[in-house]
């Protein structure tokens, strides 16, 4: 745990650096594109929130409303990724740590495992798979090995506020449980994976391994749409552009936050879109708008 006055102090300096010090910075004529899709998309009655950060200099190169807190679906999971990463170093709870799945656990949606006939899986398997395809059933029995308030206590070290993994994934959410599996904000989540992509979350060591899992994810239908990569191959470059990236989709949600490299930049990017998803076309205008911030954050890469 972290002292209070050390909390206050890293809640703090994550302020200045993430509010304070780029919050002012113009938005560069190249992200004209992305910004006008998704002012188009906020005048139709969505809610949206996005941020894009230079990786070496901090510099802000689109905001807009970047410090609402959102629903981001299966976005909050890499916190749980984080502490799964964390737990590896215990020799009780290790990479090839047996899980089993038992029926509380089960849920439909997103995943692989659901479909699989193995009943036990290691716990670096069970991570890849949150990493891949956001699998609930995975998600669930990490949460419930390690723990959701574990994950709760990680985050508030991290200094995070407005972001969080709030609950299991569940078919359906009553009275008394949390209206959201996850929400965010776009600039804490920009903070996290540029800290991530520099190696300062845990460390060198524990970064590594959850971008690791994270540039599995073959969820490329959002933002990263526009970066021409393979959905099921893209861990290595290709054509110079490299991408981490974790995404969430629920109904009305889509999120997506990366790192995006390229031969001239690197970027960090959180793109949210909160709608009414009551047809095919408002949920393609959605998407559409996404790719245009992917469009911009390639030119600025490439």
Known sequence: MVAPAQE???????????HGKHREA????????GFQSLGELAMGGAQ??????????????????????????????VLLLIEVASRLRDP???????????????????????????????VADLAALVGATNDNLATNVLLRAVG????????????LARTGLLDLVRDSRGPDDAPNLSIGSANE????FTALARGEILDDEGSERVLGWLSLNSDLSMVASAFGLSPHAHRQPSHGVLLV????????????????????????????????????????????????VGLDLLEYVH
């Open 92 to 122: 009780d709870f290790g990479a090839y740590t047996i899980l089993d799945r038992t029926v509380s656990d089960s849920v439909a949606g997103s995943g692989l495992w659901q479909h699989l006939q193995a009943p036990s899986l290691p």
């Open 48 to 77: 949206v929130s996005a941020r894009a950060t230079d990786l070496a200099t901090g510099r802000v190169l689109l905001s807009v409303d970047d410090h609402v807190v959102m629903p981001m679906a299966g976005v909050g999971t």
């Open 26 to 33: 113009p938005v560069p004529s190249s992200f004209d594109r």
């Open 148 to 159: 959701l308030e574990a994950v709760r206590r990680r985050t508030e070290e991290l200094g």
């Open 245 to 292: 990236n974790k995404t969430g989709s629920d109904a009305g949600v889509r999120s997506d936050v990366g790192v995006l490299r390229g031969p001239r930049a690197g970027v960090a990017y959180a793109v949210s879109v909160f709608f009414e998803d009551h047809n095919l076309s408002s949920r393609l205008s959605v998407l559409d708008g996404m790719r245009s």
């Open 8 to 18: 206050s102090e890293r809640r703090s300096r994550h302020a200045v650096d993430r």
């Open 189 to 192: 989540l920009t903070w996290l």
